[in-house]
């Protein structure tokens, strides 16, 4: 069957596209004049304008005839096709498109493909074919009918997805949209499940569609005269990337058709005019494409002509932050934040430069950083901004902002700065680059100024402009505070672990001049005797020694990382080899007998092999025994007992001195820079725990007041140590 008859055969299907075309036009135009309309709705009309272009084709063939009428099946999948475009850039954030490119890209490339091989069948099997069944059996035919089946459940999709991920966030004026656009995408489905399944169009459902398709509009009209409709609208970067494409591929079919004219009327040298011209348009297309200035200009475009406000203010401060907050790990030389702050503030207006001048101890202002401007000498423009200056005295007093083309215009700065005489250097207003200066204003007090460089593409300002430079000057001040809160901090740590060393070292030459001391004091009742002056003069070496090591540790610079921590730790156990616990206990033994002679010394016969640092080693037991004879009568007895276990050395030292009541162990004991002795430094037990802990082990105490106190330090055994306590 072709059709081929008047309209008067037809009444049904032409009255019935009629209906159609004249209802999409009519939301058209309807769309169009909407005050304030949105990028979303514009698409929606654009789609709306094809809908009717194709509706007035069909009636047009059930007039005239299908086979008098061509491209009617190149309007179907441009109808299909502009529905499609509209539902995938509503998804674009909903399915994360604008932040994987790379997944947008493959739904759009799938899609596009679909689109572009239905328009290449609908040149071999024109709309008419459909009704003959001789030609059902065509190649063409089949992947006809598979291509609209493809986007017709293509478009279900779509619109099940938008209806899902709206849910939560939208009122039922969504509902009347996805149902109004699901009536042409299902009746499709059912029209062309029919044709794969019978070979062949019915008729009935083809004079029927246009009307179907008319009962879409009143659902889209009442879901756009909701304004929560219009909420569920394209983000700035899909309306750039659709109107990019658009403008690109308006441009690719003009030069087509020019190059297609150039062959025609070329003659022998037709083909060769044809290709080079294509050529050189392409290249120009993709010169302008990468532009950074027309991508700009482009994006102030479209905000300032399809939105309600200029920026996009939720992309504005999460790029903003994202910016100040970057970390920027792994690369070799990271960006101070005072460039970040900069460079942060200048991308909203597209600024190509600027710098910062932050307030001296003078109330005048100096230059700090500056970002891509160095054509601009930015000490003799913190000249102009002394602590005195009009220029100063206006921002700090009003918080506006200065624009400098309003001075050079003979004005106050801006449209909102009347009433103030601000005096600004002729050097500095005949360099025009400059071009804006912003208030980084903290607590009530301006803290720094930002200027920046000309924009090539933004220079008429409104209220938005100004707004949005003083809340992010705002929150840059407080960025610049927290920075310099943090160097003050860094500084004080500093002072703080020079005095955390400086106390390990006092509490060091404390014990030597303890045994100095008590050595000063023998001297009077035994210098006459060889042995004690063999004694005094191994103290007088040991202590220049120790003394001698102490001013080296003293002048070593604490800048390593975590430095705070590691002088709160400076027993860490650096290095790691054998060490004889009984060599160490009989060297600390001999060395503090000659204070206190009255030491013991149990279990050091054999050799007691534990993993760790010899001198720190040293160090901690020192202070336990130092403890001891600080708590003990000169004559009082005190034992240091070493003994092995399976897995273990246990290092035991006892005395019977004060003692130190339970609450003291528990609360004071090994806390730093706390002691029970008036000269004391509060050091040593703190320090030998920690010894005791980085090589793995652990002190214990007990003690009694008015008994003496014992402490036993466990430090696990040397791996050859425990090898042989196995064999055995």
């Given at each position: 069957?072709?059709?081929?008859?008047?309209?008067?055969?037809?009444?049904?299907?032409?009255v019935?596209?009629?209906?159609?075309?004249?209802?999409?036009?009519?939301?058209?135009?309807w769309?169009?004049?909407?005050?304030?309309?949105?990028?979303?709705?514009?698409?929606?009309?654009?789609?709306?304008?094809?809908?009717?272009?194709?509706?007035?084709?069909?009636?047009?063939?059930?007039?005239?005839?299908?086979?008098?009428?061509?491209?009617?099946?190149?309007?179907?999948?441009?109808?299909?096709?502009?529905?499609?475009?509209?539902?995938?850039?509503?998804?674009?954030?909903?399915?994360?498109?604008?932040?994987?490119?790379?997944?947008?890209?493959?739904?759009?490339?799938?899609?596009?493909?679909?689109?572009a091989?239905?328009?290449?069948?609908?040149?071999?099997?024109?709309?008419?074919?459909?009704?003959?069944?001789e030609?059902?059996?065509?190649?063409?035919?089949?992947?006809?009918?598979?291509?609209?089946?493809?986007?017709a459940?293509?478009?279900?999709?779509?619109?099940?997805?938008?209806?899902?991920n709206?849910l939560?966030?939208?009122?039922?004026?969504?509902?009347?949209?996805?149902v109004?656009?699901?009536?042409?995408?299902?009746?499709?489905?059912?029209?062309?499940t029919?044709?794969?399944?019978?070979?062949?169009?019915?008729?009935v459902?083809?004079?029927?569609?246009?009307?179907?398709?008319?009962?879409?509009?009143?659902?889209?009209?009442?879901?756009f005269r909701?304004?929560?409709?219009?909420?569920?609208?394209?983000?700035?970067?899909?309306a750039?990337?659709?109107?990019?494409?658009?403008?690109?591929?308006?441009?690719?079919?003009?030069?087509?058709?020019?190059?297609h004219?150039?062959?025609?009327?070329?003659?022998?040298w037709?083909?060769?005019?044809?290709?080079?011209?294509?050529?050189?348009?392409?290249?120009?297309?993709?010169?302008?494409?990468?532009?950074?200035?027309?991508?700009?200009?482009?994006?102030?475009?479209?905000?300032?002509?399809?939105?309600?406000?200029?920026?996009?203010?939720?992309?504005?401060?999460?790029?903003f932050?994202?910016?100040l907050?970057?970390?920027?790990?792994?690369?070799?030389?990271?960006?101070?934040?005072?460039?970040?702050?900069?460079?942060?503030?200048a991308?909203?207006?597209?600024?190509p430069?600027?710098?910062?001048?932050?307030v001296?101890?003078?109330?005048?202002?100096r230059?700090?950083?500056?970002?891509?401007?160095?054509t601009?000498?930015?000490?003799?423009?913190?000249?102009?901004?002394?602590?005195?200056?009009?220029?100063?005295?206006?921002?700090?007093?009003?918080?506006?902002?200065?624009?400098?083309?309003?001075?050079?215009?003979?004005?106050?700065?801006?449209?909102?700065?009347?009433?103030?005489?601000?005096?600004?250097?002729?050097?500095?207003?005949?360099?025009?680059?400059?071009?804006?200066?912003?208030?980084?204003p903290?607590?009530?007090?301006?803290?720094?100024?930002?200027?920046?460089e000309?924009?090539?593409?933004?220079?008429?300002?409104?209220?938005?402009?100004?707004?949005?430079?003083?809340?992010?000057?705002r929150?840059?001040?407080?960025?610049?505070?927290?920075?310099?809160?943090?160097m003050?901090?860094?500084?004080?740590?500093?002072?703080?672990?020079?005095?955390?060393?400086?106390?390990f070292?006092?509490?060091?030459?404390?014990?030597?001049?303890?045994?100095?001391?008590?050595?000063?004091?023998?001297?009077?009742r035994?210098?006459?005797?060889?042995?004690?002056?063999?004694?005094?003069?191994?103290?007088?070496?040991?202590?220049?020694?120790?003394?001698?090591?102490?001013?080296?540790?003293?002048?070593?610079?604490?800048?390593?990382?975590?430095?705070?921590?590691?002088?709160?730790?400076?027993?860490?156990?650096?290095?790691a080899?054998?060490?004889?616990?009984?060599?160490?206990?009989?060297?600390?033994?001999?060395?503090?007998?000659?204070?206190?002679?009255?030491?013991?010394v149990?279990?050091?016969?054999e050799?007691?092999?534990?993993?760790?640092?010899?001198?720190?080693?040293?160090?901690?037991?020192?202070?336990?025994?130092?403890?001891?004879?600080?708590?003990?009568?000169?004559?009082?007895p005190?034992?240091?007992?070493?003994?092995?276990?399976?897995?273990?050395?246990?290092?035991?030292?006892?005395?019977?001195?004060?003692?130190?009541?339970?609450?003291?162990?528990?609360?004071?004991?090994?806390?730093?820079?706390?002691?029970?002795k008036?000269?004391?430094?509060?050091?040593?037990?703190y320090?030998?725990?920690?010894?005791?802990?980085?090589?793995?082990?652990?002190?214990?105490?007990?003690?009694?007041?008015?008994?003496?106190?014992?402490?036993?330090?466990?430090?696990p055994?040397?791996?050859?140590?425990?090898?042989?306590?196995?064999?055995?």
């Amino acid at each position: 069957m072709t059709l081929g008859l008047a309209g008067a055969d037809h009444p049904i299907g032409l009255v019935s596209h009629l209906i159609a075309c004249l209802a999409f036009l009519g939301l058209a135009v309807w769309l169009l004049v909407q005050r304030q309309q949105r990028v979303f709705g514009l698409l929606v009309a654009g789609a709306s304008s094809i809908v009717a272009g194709w509706a007035g084709l069909v009636a047009l063939g059930f007039a005239f005839g299908f086979g008098e009428v061509p491209g009617i099946s190149h309007a179907e999948t441009l109808r299909t096709a502009g529905w499609l475009v509209v539902l995938l850039l509503v998804l674009q954030r909903p399915w994360g498109m604008d932040r994987d490119l790379r997944s947008g890209f493959l739904v759009s490339a799938g899609l596009g493909f679909a689109v572009a091989l239905q328009l290449v069948v609908d040149s071999v099997y024109p709309f008419s074919s459909a009704f003959d069944p001789e030609l059902a059996n065509m190649p063409a035919a089949l992947v006809e009918v598979v291509t609209r089946l493809v986007l017709a459940i293509s478009g279900i999709v779509l619109l099940h997805n938008i209806h899902v991920n709206s849910l939560a966030t939208r009122g039922p004026s969504i509902r009347f949209f996805v149902v109004g656009i699901a009536v042409m995408f299902a009746y499709d489905l059912n029209l062309y499940t029919l044709q794969f399944l019978l070979g062949e169009l019915s008729l009935v459902l083809v004079e029927l569609r246009g009307a179907v398709n008319a009962l879409a509009v009143p659902l889209l009209l009442i879901a756009f005269r909701d304004e929560a409709a219009n909420r569920f609208a394209l983000s700035r970067d899909a309306a750039f990337s659709t109107i990019s494409f658009s403008a690109i591929g308006i441009y690719l079919i003009f030069m087509s058709l020019l190059a297609h004219g150039l062959r025609l009327a070329g003659g022998d040298w037709g083909v060769v005019l044809q290709v080079m011209f294509l050529a050189v348009t392409l290249i120009g297309a993709a010169l302008v494409i990468l532009s950074p200035a027309v991508r700009a200009r482009l994006k102030v475009l479209i905000a300032r002509n399809f939105y309600r406000y200029r920026y996009d203010y939720r992309s504005e401060w999460l790029g903003f932050l994202d910016k100040l907050d970057a970390s920027e790990a792994g690369a070799s030389a990271p960006q101070p934040i005072r460039e970040r702050i900069i460079e942060a503030v200048a991308r909203v207006l597209n600024c190509p430069g600027g710098l910062l001048l932050e307030v001296g101890e003078d109330g005048s202002f100096r230059l700090s950083a500056q970002w891509h401007w160095s054509t601009f000498d930015g000490d003799s423009a913190a000249e102009a901004f002394a602590a005195d200056s009009s220029l100063v005295t206006f921002m700090a007093e009003t918080g506006r902002i200065i624009d400098f083309d309003q001075l050079r215009a003979g004005g106050q700065g801006g449209p909102r700065n009347r009433g103030h005489d601000l005096a600004c250097p002729a050097a500095l207003l005949a360099d025009r680059s400059l071009w804006l200066a912003v208030p980084l204003p903290h607590h009530g007090r301006l803290s720094a100024i930002l200027l920046l460089e000309r924009s090539p593409v933004v220079h008429d300002l409104n209220w938005e402009d100004y707004d949005l430079l003083r809340t992010l000057g705002r929150q840059a001040a407080s960025y610049l505070a927290e920075a310099a809160t943090q160097m003050a901090l860094d500084e004080a740590r500093s002072f703080e672990d020079f005095s955390r060393r400086f106390a390990f070292i006092m509490h060091d030459l404390k014990n030597v001049v303890s045994q100095l001391g008590l050595v000063a004091r023998n001297a009077e009742r035994h210098i006459d005797k060889p042995e004690f002056r063999a004694d005094l003069l191994a103290t007088v070496q040991s202590s220049v020694t120790k003394m001698t090591d102490l001013l080296a540790l003293m002048g070593q610079q604490a800048g390593r990382t975590n430095s705070a921590r590691r002088a709160s730790l400076p027993a860490t156990a650096e290095v790691a080899e054998p060490v004889d616990l009984a060599r160490v206990v009989a060297m600390v033994a001999a060395a503090l007998r000659r204070a206190h002679p009255a030491i013991e010394v149990e279990g050091i016969e054999e050799q007691l092999p534990v993993t760790g640092d010899c001198e720190r080693l040293e160090t901690m037991l020192t202070h336990i025994v130092q403890n001891a004879i600080d708590a003990s009568a000169p004559d009082a007895p005190i034992l240091i007992a070493l003994e092995r276990t399976a897995r273990t050395a246990r290092l035991s030292v006892t005395d019977r001195g004060h003692g130190m009541s339970r609450r003291f162990i528990r609360e004071e004991l090994f806390k730093p820079f706390r002691s029970s002795k008036a000269e004391g430094f509060g050091i040593g037990a703190y320090e030998a725990r920690e010894i005791a802990r980085a090589h793995g082990g652990r002190i214990e105490v007990t003690s009694r007041p008015g008994e003496g106190s014992r402490f036993v330090i466990t430090l696990p055994l040397a791996a050859e140590a425990r090898a042989k306590l196995a064999r055995t």
